[in-house]
């Protein structure tokens, strides 16, 4: 058993006032004997103006979050997912939303270029193009290991594209991280309805971690949850910014992918035929 924590905030554009959230909160899960914390999506900073990015964010070498992330990791001797950091691009006018996983040794271990990026047509204030302002990552999927449990990494919008979580899920990984700022339009609906079932069609945890509350005018769902294999919400957050935790047992994704051996049972269906 493992205890892992899903930290839900309130990240602004004062990258010094989210650092200082970070380590309280993180320091906080700690405390509560969670080995693998993750933070949201977009942990260092959120603007209301994308396109503010690429002149406000740093290089991956430069940024001050990630720089104390390492340092907490070191610091409590836990393994620290930070969901994701907006990173600016080492080329061209647009940034990455890239996420780490880092060692209690303080290295990073693994490195995950959000995918899919948020391109939506909701209607008026709803409707969003993420890939202005962010690169949509070119290395395709990642896991990675934290004290003996394969993680599958993955980045918000993302939830929405069920292959990639199958192949996660097919290539060992048990433990599927989803940090995010999902939208208030589409989170009533289907935040917590896609994230059970990426859990129940791939027999893995899900861990999402959450942005929360309003800034400037911008206000994301929250609600954090880690889900069980078989679907069931083991820990839950609301409206504010905390901790939540929960404990992950290998045996029990061992047990649901025997009794409903999905993945195993995949079949290879070809072009789609149409029968008058």
């Known amino acids: 058993m493992i205890r892992f924590a899903a930290i839900q905030m309130c990240s602004t554009a004062d990258v010094a006032a989210n650092n200082t959230s970070i380590e309280v909160l993180v320091r906080e899960a700690a405390g509560q004997g969670a080995r693998v914390i993750s933070l949201p999506e977009a942990a260092n900073i959120l603007l209301r103006d994308q396109m503010e990015y690429p002149a406000r964010c740093l290089p991956e070498a430069e940024d001050s979050t990630l720089a104390l992330c390492q340092a907490l990791a070191q610091e409590l001797g836990v393994w620290l997912h930070t969901g994701s950091l907006l990173l600016r691009a080492e080329e061209g006018s647009r940034i990455w939303n890239r996420g780490h996983m880092i060692s209690p040794t303080g290295a990073i271990t693994a490195r995950y270029d959000k995918l899919h990026t948020f391109d939506v047509a909701l209607g008026g204030a709803g409707d969003f193009i993420e890939s202005r302002a962010v690169a949509p990552g070119q290395r ?9 449990l394969k993680l599958g990494l993955s980045i918000c919008y ?3 594209f069920s292959y990639l979580f199958r192949a996660l899920a097919s290539a060992g990984a048990s433990v599927l991280m989803i940090p995010a700022s999902f939208s208030p339009i589409t ?3 289907h935040w917590e309805p896609l994230l ?3 859990a129940i069609e791939t027999g893995s945890y899900v861990v999402a971690a959450a942005q929360s509350g309003t800034r400037d005018g911008l206000r994301t769902h929250g609600q954090s949850r880690i ?3 078989m679907g069931e919400v083991l820990a839950a957050a609301g409206d504010e910014p905390g901790v939540i935790c ?3 047992d290998l045996a029990e994704v061992t047990e649901t992918r025997r009794r409903l051996p999905v993945l195993a049972q995949t079949r290879e269906i070809g072009e789609v035929s149409h029968e008058a």
């Open 227 to 229: 889900i069980s294999p």
């Open 140 to 148: 395709g999927a990642i896991t990675c290991e934290a004290d003996g």
């Open 196 to 198: 059970k079932a990426r």
């Open 158 to 160: 993302d939830l929405r």
């Open 246 to 248: 929960a404990e992950i």
């Open 187 to 189: 989170g009533p609906l």
